[in-house]
């Protein structure tokens, strides 16, 4: 890379200037300071960008540092060094604008806005930091010592700023920006801080080459993939960081080409018509998942059906298999007979193909198992990045079940979506099999050897423009004087900011981006032919649809599957609100000092279950604990992950014998005695895994698991990892919350890792179950419902995809003493058939609901008068989805002052969910005659 070690400009200028920079020796040379508070000393990049923070900051400038992506979180180092830096400001050591002993004076906190169970994680064995969480839950108030509030930057976050701007003096606020931490809210967080906390500076934390909507508003120091080689060389570092050009590939398979080619080129031209009368709508977005899925599949198409099978939900965020998105779709209504037209031939020509591809291996699946068995050859490790979790989990296991044993230790499969995704480590080749959508592009700055960049033929010339453009931007050596330059002489401008735009020319190339085609034709049953699609200039920008970022499936209330009744609801001592599960969905219990894997419906009252309390899971998983307790979570991960194949190998056998009675006659064959009810235990994942490893080769063996033998030994080994660690958790969490109770005990070991007491009572509790519900065991005893609450539940749960019941309407409901529980089912009922049509698609009238209520007999109150909203503000208005509604218009049922025979149910249209949200049925709430 040409200028890659180059220490000409704002490079050498920073080495000049280093032992001027505040707590340099921390930055470069602090590894026992860093090691005592849990954290690894930041890299030569990391330093030098935390330096560009601390100089600007202490002069009350705002500045976002962007990193390339990497597994190593910056956050808690940040963090870190600007308490060092108000330390020294309190000591008298540093007299700038902002950072100085009378400014700091009274500032001790530092605020952090991200996610609150990750920074928890991440701040927990600090020393000296004393992090707290800020939520609803704990109060907070002000403090004389220095501390590092940690602030959820998703939910009510009005309501969290105006309690911060009262109890806490921050000196700095740091916002993760970041899908690890606040991601989209980040910007609007970023524009309102300064209305709160007027004068106080702001450090945004990023990815290098990561897309927003707009610029914040601050300064910016972006650390380019070839600034990282040249630091490190700069400072005698090993240059391990090295990444070449990237290169684009596609599989040429032209059969696979020309469907995906066409079939995204009539998806486009349907929404465009689409739009011109009226807008895209819900079918359209489920034909328009169909494309992506399509588009993506880096399995048969069979494989990934089945495995994405296990995963499939409603709800807000649904999952479905390609043909249930297809039947959705099917119901698109066009306003003109050529929308109808090209809507059926796109069914059509779609159902064709995917009915071929049953039988089918596409040839771009094809090329990452050859890509993959070519490293392995070569003894290289592989990482493998797609968009989801779902679809990471079934690349993963297709590789292993085509490569064998070999692939699991070399072959890594990562999502790149969500909160949850995180970068691999020690990488030779990275291969992007997903689409690179904005909010996925910055992984391109991943640390590797090798990167590959994986499309279709047709899609080759757009991908490598797109790839090439954030080459030129994020890879390139930043300009010797440009912005970092100016930024680190302290020499910003009076207005405006400096962005960090600006590469170094004589590292700026023509050269296009390399492309190869992989001679990978795929199987086809059959010979098959598409029709090739030649689109005209005047639609050719039908190639960057492909490119931008999809919207979420909107949601379809009218076709949502009804919820499964086979689920346990229970209510959890200390815990406002219940935990609903599928019955057979594998949770961990604390039984004695081990925690026990075991499914929700062998759940019993006293069970001991393991709360996150700063989570939005609210129980903790196996892998929670281990990336909270355990120091090397990544190892252990994968570790669970193989121990995982053992459940994997029981669906496998139960699909193929299809019942636990044949499995077992089976096992019985092969001289393996056990009992029916254990096979069925198996069947439901009501273990972690056998004791006996003769049961795991068994099922390897009859699930034809390349590699069986070995590959059991792997599984039964990593079982026993797995078990050994649940428990000496479980040991020391039940030690752990016995000793932080006593005043005398500050901190706390648990697994290999060491938490402050604050930090550790903010983290996890244990909860026992008081009360479990079983409405599938109830339905089938026809048990008949004795109070409102429980009128609504069912009701909920058979039309939740269109009324939703708030926790506040849950508890005023279990106060309700009204009894004509039939007439309450009838009202419930007109919300679904009157209001709901009446507010989603305008096809009733109000009349038409004030007559379908009057026979019950109950009636409709639009709302209450301004008045007595204004006195009684806190009933009538309510906070939902971080805003504030108002829940004046309400159903009458009975005019008597007996709460037995009268009940009124407050609700609120929510237009942007397509709901009716119910927040209180019971008593009359109060009026000015009340």
């Known amino acids: 890379m040409k200028s890659a070690t180059s220490t000409k400009g704002w490079c050498n200028l920073v080495e000049q200037s280093w032992p001027a920079v505040t707590a340099s020796e921390l930055l470069r040379d602090g590894d026992e300071v860093w090691n005592a508070e849990g954290l690894s000393t930041p890299r030569e990049e990391e330093a030098v960008g935390?330096?560009?923070?601390?100089?600007?900051?202490?002069?009350?400038?705002?500045?976002?540092?962007?990193?390339?992506?990497?597994?190593?979180?910056?956050?808690?180092?940040?963090?870190?060094?600007?308490?060092?830096?108000?330390?020294?400001?309190?000591g008298g050591l540093m007299r700038s604008t902002w950072f100085n002993p009378v400014t700091i004076a009274d500032r001790n906190d530092l605020i952090v806005f991200g996610r609150p169970r990750r920074m928890l994680r991440d701040f927990s064995t600090s020393a000296v930091m004393r992090p707290i969480v800020v939520d609803s839950i704990r109060p907070l108030v002000p403090s004389e010592f220095q501390r590092t509030l940690l602030v959820s930057g998703h939910g009510d976050l009005l309501e969290t700023l105006e309690l911060l701007s009262q109890k806490s003096h921050p000196f700095a606020i740091v916002v993760q920006v970041t899908s690890e931490g606040c991601d989209g809210n980040a910007l609007s967080i970023i524009k309102v801080l300064p209305d709160f906390f007027p004068g106080v500076p702001i450090a945004a934390l990023g990815y290098t080459g990561q897309v927003h909507p707009e610029h914040f508003p601050m300064h910016a120091w972006n650390t380019r993939i070839a600034d990282v080689v040249a630091l490190r060389h700069a400072s005698g570092e090993p240059l391990t960081y090295m990444s070449p050009q990237i290169e684009v590939i596609a599989a040429r398979d032209p059969v696979m080409d020309a469907f995906v080619k066409k079939l995204g080129f009539m998806i486009w031209s349907l929404k465009r018509k689409m739009e011109e009368t009226g807008g895209p709508s819900q079918e359209l977005s489920a034909l328009m998942a169909v494309d992506r899925a399509l588009r993506c599949l880096n399995v048969p198409l069979p494989v990934h059906e089945q495995g994405t099978l296990r995963h499939v939900r409603g709800g807000r965020y649904p999952i479905r298999m390609i043909e249930s998105w297809l039947d959705i779709a099917s119901r698109l209504k066009g306003r003109r007979g050529d929308i109808q037209e090209l809507h059926a031939q796109t069914l059509v020509f779609t159902r064709n193909m995917i009915k071929d591809l049953a039988q089918a291996k596409p040839g771009r699946g094809e090329a990452i198992i050859q890509l993959c068995r070519q490293a392995l050859n070569c003894d290289l490790r592989v990482s493998i990045l797609v968009g989801s979790r779902r679809d990471a989990e079934i690349l993963q296991n297709y590789i292993e079940k085509c490569l064998g044993p070999e692939a699991i230790e070399n072959v890594m499969v990562s999502h790149m979506d969500g909160s949850t995704a995180v970068p691999p480590e020690r990488v030779d080749l990275a291969i992007y099999a997903g689409v690179l959508y904005p909010?996925?592009?910055?992984?391109?700055?991943?640390?590797?050897?090798?990167?590959?960049?994986?499309?279709?033929?047709?899609?080759?010339?757009?991908?490598?423009?797109?790839?090439?453009?954030?080459?030129?931007?994020?890879?390139?050596?930043?300009?010797?004087?440009?912005?970092?330059?100016?930024?680190?002489?302290?020499?910003?401008?009076?207005?405006?900011?400096?962005?960090?735009?600006?590469?170094?020319?004589?590292?700026?190339?023509?050269?296009?981006?390399?492309?190869?085609?992989?001679?990978?034709?795929?199987?086809?049953?059959?010979?098959?032919?598409?029709?090739?699609?030649?689109?005209?200039?005047?639609?050719?920008?039908?190639?960057?649809?492909?490119?931008?970022?999809?919207?979420?499936?909107?949601?379809?209330?009218?076709?949502?599957?009804?919820?499964?009744?086979?689920?346990?609801?229970?209510?959890?001592?200390?815990?406002s609100e219940p935990v609903r599960w599928a019955v057979n969905h594998q949770i961990l219990r604390l039984q004695d000092d081990e925690l026990v894997v075991c499914t929700a419906k062998d759940l019993e009252i006293g069970s001991e279950l393991v709360m996150l309390v700063s989570?939005?899971?609210?129980?903790?998983?196996?892998?929670?604990?281990?990336?909270?307790?355990?120091?090397?979570?990544?190892?252990?991960?994968?570790?669970?992950?193989?121990?995982?194949?053992?459940?994997?190998?029981?669906?496998?056998?139960?699909?193929?014998?299809?019942?636990?009675?044949?499995?077992?006659?089976?096992?019985?064959?092969?001289?393996?005695?056990?009992?029916?009810?254990?096979?069925?235990?198996?069947?439901?994942?009501?273990?972690?895994?056998?004791?006996?490893?003769?049961?795991?080769?068994?099922?390897?063996?009859?699930?034809?698991?390349?590699?069986?033998?070995?590959?059991?030994?792997?599984?039964?080994?990593?079982?026993?990892?797995?078990?050994?660690?649940?428990?000496?958790?479980?040991?020391?969490?039940?030690?752990?919350?016995?000793?932080?109770?006593?005043?005398?005990?500050?901190?706390?070991?648990?697994?290999?890792?060491?938490?402050?007491?604050?930090?550790?009572?903010?983290?996890?509790?244990?909860?026992?179950?008081?009360?479990?519900?079983?409405?599938?065991?109830?339905?089938?005893?026809?048990?008949?419902?004795?109070?409102?609450?429980?009128?609504?539940?069912?009701?909920?749960?058979?039309?939740?995809?269109?009324?939703?019941?708030?926790?506040?309407?849950?508890?005023?409901?279990?106060?309700?003493?009204?009894?004509?529980?039939?007439?309450?089912?009838?009202?419930?009922?007109?919300?679904?058939?009157?209001?709901?049509?009446?507010?989603?698609?305008?096809?009733?009238?109000?009349?038409?609901?004030?007559?379908?209520?009057?026979?019950?007999?109950?009636?409709?109150?639009?709302?209450?008068?301004?008045?007595?909203?204004?006195?009684?503000?806190?009933?009538?208005?309510?906070?939902?989805?971080?805003?504030?509604?108002?829940?004046?218009?309400?159903?009458?049922?009975?005019?008597?002052?007996?709460?037995?025979?009268?009940?009124?149910?407050?609700?609120?249209?929510?237009?942007?969910?397509?709901?009716?949200?119910?927040?209180?049925?019971?008593?009359?709430?109060?009026?000015?005659?009340?």
Not at 450 to 466: A, G, I, S, T, W
Not at 551 to 566: G, N, Y
């Open 50 to 90: 935390l330096a560009a923070i601390g100089r600007l900051l202490r002069y009350g400038q705002s500045i976002q540092l962007n990193l390339p992506i990497g597994r190593e979180s910056t956050l808690p180092r940040l963090a870190f060094y600007l308490h060092r830096l108000r330390l020294d400001a309190a």
């Open 439 to 575: 909010s996925r592009i910055h992984w391109l700055g991943l640390a590797a050897n090798r990167k590959l960049v994986l499309c279709h033929p047709f899609e080759q010339e757009r991908v490598c423009q797109e790839v090439r453009r954030w080459w030129q931007d994020y890879a390139l050596p930043s300009a010797p004087m440009g912005d970092k330059q100016r930024l680190w002489s302290l020499e910003w401008p009076a207005m405006g900011y400096l962005k960090d735009t600006l590469i170094d020319d004589e590292a700026k190339s023509d050269n296009e981006m390399a492309f190869t085609l992989l001679e990978n034709d795929g199987e086809y049953p059959r010979p098959m032919r598409v029709a090739q699609l030649e689109a005209t200039r005047g639609f050719d920008d039908w190639l960057d649809a492909l490119m931008t970022e999809p919207l979420p499936v909107q949601r379809d209330d009218e076709i949502v599957p009804e919820p499964t009744r086979d689920v346990v609801v229970l209510h959890l001592e200390g815990q």
């Open 615 to 930: 989570s939005e899971e609210r129980v903790a998983t196996q892998r929670d604990l281990f990336d909270m307790f355990v120091q090397n979570n990544h190892g252990l991960s994968q570790t669970l992950r193989i121990a995982e194949k053992w459940q994997e190998f029981v669906d496998a056998c139960m699909q193929k014998l299809e019942s636990a009675v044949e499995l077992n006659k089976y096992l019985k064959s092969k001289r393996y005695e056990v009992h029916n009810n254990t096979v069925q235990n198996w069947a439901h994942g009501g273990v972690i895994g056998p004791r006996n490893p003769a049961a795991i080769r068994l099922l390897a063996e009859l699930a034809e698991i390349p590699g069986a033998e070995k590959m059991s030994t792997m599984v039964t080994n990593a079982i026993q990892v797995i078990r050994g660690e649940h428990l000496r958790i479980g040991s020391d969490l039940r030690r752990a919350i016995a000793v932080s109770r006593s005043r005398d005990v500050s901190a706390v070991q648990i697994g290999s890792r060491r938490f402050s007491r604050d930090v550790f009572d903010a983290m996890v509790q244990i909860s026992r179950v008081v009360r479990i519900e079983r409405p599938s065991l109830e339905q089938s005893s026809l048990a008949q419902p004795r109070i409102v609450k429980e009128v609504a539940l069912a009701f909920a749960m058979r039309h939740g995809g269109k009324v939703i019941f708030t926790p506040g309407c849950e508890r005023s409901m279990s106060r309700s003493a009204y009894a004509d529980l039939q007439a309450f089912g009838k009202v419930l009922q007109v919300l679904v058939d009157g209001f709901y049509p009446m507010y989603a698609s305008l096809t009733k009238s109000l009349k038409d609901v004030e007559d379908m209520l009057a026979p019950i007999p109950a009636s409709y109150a639009g709302g209450m008068s301004e008045v007595t909203k204004g006195k009684y503000a806190q009933h009538y208005f309510r906070q939902y989805e971080g805003q504030r509604v108002d829940i004046s218009r309400h159903i009458k049922l009975g005019r008597n002052h007996d709460q037995r025979y009268t009940l009124r149910l407050y609700f609120h249209w929510d237009a942007e969910r397509a709901k009716i949200v119910v927040h209180h049925a019971g008593e009359h709430l109060p009026t000015l005659n009340s």
